[in-house]
């Protein structure tokens, strides 16, 4: 979590509006200069985490299951792509974060206040680089995938405007700083080229035991659909903005949930012979891998002691790109069952968001200096739970911790999906 720097750099611009022009040069120099560049990738820690979780993705695609040979061509061509997008992301970070702190986008660490690392400036809004890699792949993807005719076309467009839309609105609320009521809302405006192109199905299977009292196994909503959809885009980036406040949890979380979403598809393509489901779940790998690529890359800057931060602009980008191949690839149910630790999050953040309680700006724990541990505080979020529960710990430790309940979260929703298959529905 950051604070950032606006009254000092309103002071910069003002002073430097008095300068001379030659004297106004020499100070920018000075400034790029005496900033020292971002610490070095991550890459051992990033190089474990990434086998541990694509490991059983790709036994799953490669070797568990018969895939169709144009399907499995399809997603290596763009697993290809995806790998080319992590090492241009992690290229492109530290030139990146060079122009935001010079525009003076920055911000300090809170959880390291009162050490060294606490007065370093740390640039701020670096998911821009992930959203546009991402976005720039996406639509590379689409020459050797799809044809002018094609069904998907229209929706795979319409997700990517969705996507494009709300990392835009992301990075206005990085440098505008919106306030929380205006935050709730601008999903819905983001979604809005998604639900306008969605021509899929407005049915929802209803479950097993139900049957005999609504009468219906499939019921359409209509319109109904489609405000879910609205809502679940929502949902989904709010909740990933709101479960933060350490180094690596934004990313982190968005890397576990990705790859139990690649998982999920797998599988569901293994075991289904109808082509038109496969394919929907094909258009969810499709946008999932890259999505997973490039936060990896930012994982390995932002992962404790972070070097950059990610800012609103990362955790729209992620938040609206999983609730899009949540909505079209008709595992929006699925989606919200991996998403338990952001739905407890949410809960227990309402009576402050809604106002019945006092909410501060920054709902973090206390930082001692000289410990290094954190300590819980009585605001309702996940992260202070946890330590009110487990006791003070340092800001690495609880990120693990965190980032393993995710995973947890994650692996029951599999072995829920197990337990009530062909008896729920």
């Known amino acids: 979590m950051t604070v950032r720097k606006r009254a000092s750099s309103e002071t910069t611009a003002a002073a430097a509006a008095q300068q001379p022009k030659s004297q106004e040069t020499t100070t920018a120099t000075s400034a790029t200069t005496t900033d020292p560049p971002i610490a070095p990738p991550k890459s051992g820690t990033i190089l474990k985490l990434s086998l541990l979780l694509i ?10 299951y018969r895939v169709d040979a144009d399907l499995k061509r399809s997603i290596l061509i763009n697993a290809g792509l995806s790998l080319a997008g992590f090492f241009v992301t992690r290229t492109m970070i530290p030139v990146a974060s060079s122009y935001v702190i010079r525009r003076s986008l920055f911000g300090y660490d809170i959880n390291k206040k009162g050490t060294p690392q606490g007065s370093v400036k740390v640039p701020e809004s670096l998911g821009i680089v992930v959203g546009i890699v991402f976005l720039v792949l996406a639509i590379l993807f689409q020459y050797f995938n799809f044809t002018s005719d094609s069904n998907w076309l229209v929706e795979y467009n319409a997700a990517l405007a969705s996507i494009c ?3 835009l609105l992301g990075f206005v609320d990085d440098v505008l700083d919106i306030p929380w009521r205006v935050k709730l809302i601008l999903p819905s405006f983001a979604a809005l080229p998604l639900l306008m192109a969605y021509a899929g199905h407005t049915t ?6 139900l049957i005999p009292y609504v009468g219906l196994e499939v019921l359409d909503l209509g319109w109904i659909y489609k405000l879910y959809m609205g809502l679940l885009a929502v949902f989904c980036t709010n909740s990933i903005n709101i479960h933060a406040g350490l180094n690596g949890l934004e990313v982190g979380q968005t890397v576990v949930i990705a790859s139990a979403i690649l998982i999920h598809n797998a599988m569901q393509i293994g ?27 930012l994982l390995s800057y932002n992962w404790y002691p972070s070097s950059v931060f990610v ?3 990362y955790t729209y ?7 899009v ?24 953040s309402l009576p402050q968001l809604s106002g019945y309680v006092k909410c501060p700006r920054h709902r973090l724990p206390r930082f001692d200096p000289q410990t290094g541990l954190l300590t819980g505080t009585n605001d309702g979020t996940v992260v202070n739970l946890f330590l009110r529960q487990f006791g003070r710990m340092s800001e690495k430790s609880l990120c693990i911790l965190l980032l393993v309940f995710q995973a947890i979260g994650c692996c029951f929703c599999f072995v829920l999906r197990w337990f009530l298959a062909g008896w729920y529905k």
């Open 311 to 313: 800012g609103d602009t």
């Open 165 to 167: 839309f709300m990392t």
């Open 325 to 348: 191949v949540g909505i079209l690839g008709h595992f929006s149910e699925t989606l919200l069952i991996f998403f338990i630790p952001q739905v407890l999050n949410f809960l227990l």
């Open 317 to 323: 980008f992620a938040g609206m790109t999983m609730a």
């Open 204 to 209: 929802i299977i209803i479950p097993k035991p």
């Open 271 to 297: 075991a289904s012979t109808d082509p038109e489901y496969k394919q929907a779940h094909a258009f969810s790998i499709y946008l999932v891998q890259p999505l997973l690529a490039t936060s990896l890359a």
């Open 55 to 64: 490991i059983p993705y790709a036994y799953l695609i490669l070797f568990h």
